[in-house]
């Protein structure tokens, strides 16, 4: 891809390269009008000034420390939330200004600790979300019992001060909130209780059930990613590789194909939509790798994976279409930008896919931002955007890309 350069760049120390295969998030970072936060693999949370030029130097305000690499991050004007992975799956709130803790929570509480020591085992919250007097948590653990996966996780409502309001545990695995006034939506992308919907649409200040949603799969594969389109959910469907509209009774407004299950020569394959971001009337859509029935390392490629799609959230028409070539760790947007970041193709290792796409939501593509080393955590707030890179190094190729470092540039 032709880069376009990211102007600042900050070193975050040093850190494993990640392989050719994705691993897991270890890395988070958030942005609002006056601040970046960015939370770190051995644990660190730094905070700096936003300057309005995106200067390499801008000020640190803070630093914190915690216990376990930094997963998960929301900020307010005057707080900041930050989820671990590992140890007692630690929620920590702290104060904008100072770093200060204001209160602290640990999920393994809820779902218990690792019962082997295992990256895969520990506790792990999954994603934040704050809205109105709610910080909403959602976190899980994995196990195996004999030859079965099993799943135990929880989903937090906590008032400003850090006093639990609600809580609604399930044996399945959430993998996104969104929030959006006195509504809550979170996804679940695996759920082995066939009785367990994929999305469920919570009130916000009671934790109450208001309504839910499930594709029509017989797998255990449910939901990618929810995100709220003003009186409506847009959502990433896993069960049938499917783009939707719902309404707040979970009702289908539309739906359309993503990456849904197609014969390449002698395979049949498909590729999940991972992520989906909502943006000036628009739902972008983005899939991820190809996988196949028979094998988990098909030769055949599904030519719609790892791939941009601009929805109209009126009528349900594609606006656009772009190959984003690696896999996205996440979708984030402002009101007239969308980023996606592109990652390795862990299956054909071509470095120079790494980068971020920038989308004007009813147009398309704008620009590519190039990067040695491969994108892993992305924000945008307060005119700013900041990428987190982490280096890779290739089975086959045994040269490390790229640094442990926080980009940021201007959004224009």
Known sequence: MAPSPLTAR???GEVEPASSRHNWARSAVEATDDAVFVGTADSRVIALEAAADSAPHAGERWQARGEHSVVSMTATDDFLVVGERGGDGLVRVL??????????????????????DSLFFRPYVVDLAVTGDRVVVAARRYERDGEDRVWRSVVLGFDRDGRLAWRRR???SPIAVAADGDRVAVAYNRCPNPEQDGLVLLDAHSGARVASWDPDTDGDRRVGDVAFADDALAVASHGDKRGYLLDFDGETRWQLDLATERRVGDET????PNHVCV?????????GNTFAESTRDPDARHPDEHTAVGVSVDGGDRLWTRD???????AVTTDSRVFVPSAQHFRDREA???????FAPDAGHVETMGLPGIPTAIAAGGGILTVVEEPVEYHDEGVTRGAYR??????R
Not at 102 to 114: L, Q
Not at 324 to 330: D, E, I
Not at 352 to 358: C, I, L, Q
């Open 269 to 272: 394959v498909y590729a999940y």
């Open 170 to 172: 399930v044996h399945a």
């Open 324 to 330: 984003t070539g690696g896999f996205a760790r996440a």
């Open 95 to 116: 104060d904008a200004e100072t770093g200060v803790a204001r209160w602290t929570y640990a999920t393994a509480d809820d779902v218990g600790t690792a019962t082997k």
């Open 279 to 287: 943006a000036d009337g628009t739902a972008v859509f983005v899939t």
């Open 10 to 12: 900050r070193d975050l």
């Open 352 to 358: 120079e896919r790494h980068g971020v796409h920038v």
């Open 406 to 411: 926080l980009h940021t540039r201007p959004i």
